[in-house]
C-alpha cells in the first residue's frame, strides 16, 4: 500500500515561536515516516493580508524553511516547497474560483472574524476574500488525502471538500476529498494569556537565547489573586502553568504545590525558564548549524519545487482534459 498524501502549510511570517512548534509543527515531524508529507512555503496567502508590505516576504520565508528544518522537518523525508514556485497553485486557483459560489467565501467564519479584527489593513480585495480558494487549490493540487490542520482551519478545510465535490459533479472523478488529521496539539498561550502570535508581541522563539528566555518568563502572566508566596494558588488560567503542563512531566504535582501555597510564582517561574533552555538550547545550535550555509537552505526549495511540480503537472493535466480544455 503506498503511502497517504498529507500537505499542509504556513504562511511565512519569519521565525517561529513555540506555539508554531507546539500547535503544529511537533505533528508534523511526527507524521513524517507514515505518510507522504508536502509542507509548503504558503507565501501567496501572505499577500492576502500582506500585500502592501512586501519587502520581508522573500527572507521570512526563508527563515521559516530554517526553523522548520532547525526542529527536524526532515527534506530526505518530506517535500518542502514554496507556493510561488510552483505556479500549478495559481492555475488551479483561477479554475476553481469559476465554480466557488461567492456565498461560500462571504460565509466563511475566518473571512468575517479576519475583516472585523484585522483594523490595521484594508481587507476590502478579492483575493482575502479567495483565501480559502487558493488553500483548496494547494490541496487539491496534490491530492492530498489527509491535512493536519489546526481548529483554525477546520472551516477552510471543510470548504475545499464542497469545492472538491462540485468540481466532481461537473467534471468528472478528478478531485480526492482531504481529511483533517486532527493530532492531538497543545493550545500555547501567549506570555500575556492570548494566543501567542507574532503580532501580539508575546511569543517565545523555537531559537530563543537564554537571557531572553530569563526576561520573557519573568513577564508571564500568573495568578492575580496571589499576593504571598503562601497564599493558595489557582494553576487554572495561569500561563506559567499552562507551560508547566507542556514542559514539566511532573505538572501533576505542580499543580497541587501552587494550590496548597507550598511553592512562590518566582520560583515556579525559575524551574519553567530552565526547562524551556533545555529546549530550546539544541534548537539555537541547530539553527545556527543549518544558517551557516544558506545555499543547503536554498537548494532544499529547489529540490522541494521539482518534486512538488511533479505532482501538480500531472494533476493539472486531469484537470484540464476533466474541464475539456
Ligand atoms: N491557511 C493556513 C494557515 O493560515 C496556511 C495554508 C495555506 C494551508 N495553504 C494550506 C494549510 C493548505 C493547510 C493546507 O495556517
Not at 470548504?159 to 486532527?182: D, H, S
Amino acid at each position: 500500500m503506498p503511502k497517504k498524501r498529507v500537505l499542509s502549510g504556513m504562511r511565512p511570517t519569519g521565525r517561529l515561536h513555540l506555539g508554531h512548534y507546539f500547535g503544529a509543527l511537533k505533528n508534523w515531524i511526527s507524521i513524517q515516516e507514515e505518510y507522504d508529507c508536502f509542507y509548503m512555503v504558503a507565501d501567496w496567502h501572505a499577500l492576502t493580508t500582506d500585500y502592501a508590505d512586501t519587502d520581508g516576504l522573500k527572507n521570512n520565508s526563508l527563515e521559516m524553511v530554517v526553523d522548520w528544518l532547525t526542529v527536524g522537518i526532515d527534506p530526505d523525508k518530506s517535500v518542502i516547497f514554496r507556493q510561488s514556485d510552483v505556479p500549478e497553485h495559481s492555475e488551479l486557483f483561477l479554475l476553481l474560483s469559476m465554480i466557488t459560489p461567492l456565498g461560500w467565501l462571504f460565509r466563511c467564519p475566518t473571512y468575517k472574524e479576519q475583516l472585523k479584527e484585522i483594523q490595521s489593513k484594508d481587507l476590502n480585495n478579492f483575493g482575502f476574500l479567495g483565501y480559502p480558494v487558493l488553500q483548496a487549490a494547494d490541496i487539491l493540487l496534490y491530492k492530498a488525502q489527509a491535512v493536519p490542520v489546526g481548529e483554525d482551519q477546520l472551516a477552510h478545510l471543510e470548504l475545499t471538500r464542497e469545492i472538491a465535490r462540485r468540481f466532481n459533479n461537473f467534471y468528472g472523478n478528478v478531485m480526492v476529498e482531504p481529511q483533517a488529521l486532527l493530532t492531538k496539539s497543545a493550545r500555547v498561550p501567549g506570555l500575556d494569556k492570548r494566543k501567542m502570535s507574532k503580532s501580539y508581541g508575546n511569543s517565545i522563539l523555537i531559537a530563543e537565547t537564554e537571557d531572553e528566555i530569563v526576561k520573557k518568563v519573568k513577564t508571564m502572566f500568573t495568578d492575580p489573586l496571589r499576593i504571598k508566596a503562601t497564599d493558595a494558588g489557582h494553576p487554572e488560567g495561569c500561563v506559567v502553568f499552562a507551560f508547566h503542563e507542556i514542559f514539566n512531566n511532573n505538572s501533576e504535582k505542580r499543580k497541587h504545590e501552587c494550590m496548597q501555597g507550598c511553592i512562590g510564582c518566582a520560583a515556579c517561574k525559575r524551574e519553567l525558564t530552565a526547562m524551556i533552555c533545555e529546549f530550546t538550547k539544541p534548537m539555537m545550535q541547530r539553527r545556527q548549524d543549518i544558517l551557516s550555509d544558506k545555499t543547503a537552505v536554498e537548494n532544499v526549495l529547489k529540490n522541494g519545487c521539482i518534486k512538488a511540480r511533479e505532482a501538480a503537472v500531472q494533476t493539472m493535466k486531469e484537470i484540464r482534459k476533466a474541464i475539456k480544455l
